[in-house]
Each structure stands twice: as C-alpha cells, then as structure tokens.
C-alpha cells in the first residue's frame, strides 16, 4: 500500500502515523511537504496532528489553502482514501472535504488524556475490522475538538451512517461525563458520504505500538491496509 502523509509547518504527529502504516503495511509512506503542488500517487493519504500554521486565524485555516490541498481535495474528489487526525481533522473541515467546524473545548482548556471512542459505523474502509459498537482507546490532545455543526446537518450526518466514531466510556456507554470537549451528540469522528474520507480528533496512532502501552487504535490502521490491499 502506498501511503503519503503531508506535513505542515507546526505537524508534529507526522513520524508516530508514519511509524503505524510502515509497521502494518511494511511499507514506508512518502512524507509530502505542504509547499507542493502534487501529491505523489497514493492509495492513501494522511492529514496528521499538529499545529499547523500555529493554530492562527483558525485552527486549520491557513493549512486548508496550503498549495498541496488543491491536490489532495482533487484527488479525495476522485475517490482517493484521505485520513485526518486531530488537526488533519480540523484542516478537512476547513478545506469543505467535511461538514461542520470543530470549535474550541467546552472547558477552554488544553486537554491530554486516554479517551475511549465507539464505533458507529464498521461499514467503512477506516473501521472494516471493527464490530458496531467495540470500543477503541485512542488519546486524545487537543484545544480545539468540540465538534459543532448545525442541526439539519447533524441529522444528515446520523441519518446517512456518517458519524463512525462518539466518545464513550470505558463500557461503551455515551455520556456526558465521557464527552471530554463538549462535542455535540458526543461525536469524535466522521467520515463523507462516499466513506472515503474520515476525520477524527483523537490519535489512534498512539494507541497503536504495544511498547508504548495501549494498541486499540491499531486496528484503525489494519482496517485501511486490509480494505485498500484485498
């Protein structure tokens, strides 16, 4: 499988997704630089955390209209996977390729920690090895994760199976005190209409690597090998 993972200024989650694809698809991802202008040919490509741009104007703002983009949403439209994780997330939405903004957290502050997400949707290429409801451990680093959309778009999203992952508790029950930005119907992650295209705001790449504690998040990534190499 060939991957290419896009690194802008202030990315800093680029090497730990690279670290993941290599180890389960054995191969080693192109990392492409925001400045250019075509993304090599790929079967995936990957928007990772970070803080591009530092974080100003709006998260993911600036990134969405880095030289690189107009070829990544050219070749999303073509039906090429794209993943975005955190920012990568933010910079989808910003760019059009994802409905909805995520805003600042509910608590305004910074947060770091372990958070468990379930799995809505397995019909998609992100989450193939998943069953409906398992849960995934995945850390969650962030200011800027409250999920927010309108209504009808909400009822858009959930009516077309979109919504794949909502942060839940540790039994898979979705509750407020599981949400940890405020997001709205708990929603952590979200895919386009075509399921090509997935947005999540906590790393799985950090719950991937058994010598550095938890690998739920792995499977995340097996999912994509297993879907796109069959």
Known sequence: MKASVVIFPGTNRERDVADVLEAVSGRRPQMVWHGD?????SDLIVLPGGFSYGDYLRCGAMAAHSPIMRDVIAKAEA???????????????????????????????FICKDV?????QPDT???????????????????????????ETLNRLEGEGRVVFRYADRHGNVTPEANPNGAQRSIAGICDARRRVLGLMPHPENTSDPLLGPTEGRKLFESIVESLVA
């Open 37 to 41: 202008s075509e993304v090599p040919d």
């Open 79 to 109: 039906g090429t996977p794209v993943l975005g994780i955190c920012n990568g997330f933010q910079i989808l939405c910003e760019a059009g390729l994802l409905p909805g903004v995520l805003m600042h957290n509910s608590s305004l502050k």
């Open 116 to 120: 468990w997400l379930r799995v809505e």
């Open 125 to 151: 290429i992100f989450t193939s090895r998943f069953a409906k409801g398992e849960l995934m451990r995945a850390i969650a680093a962030h200011a800027e994760g409250n999920y927010f959309a309108d209504p």
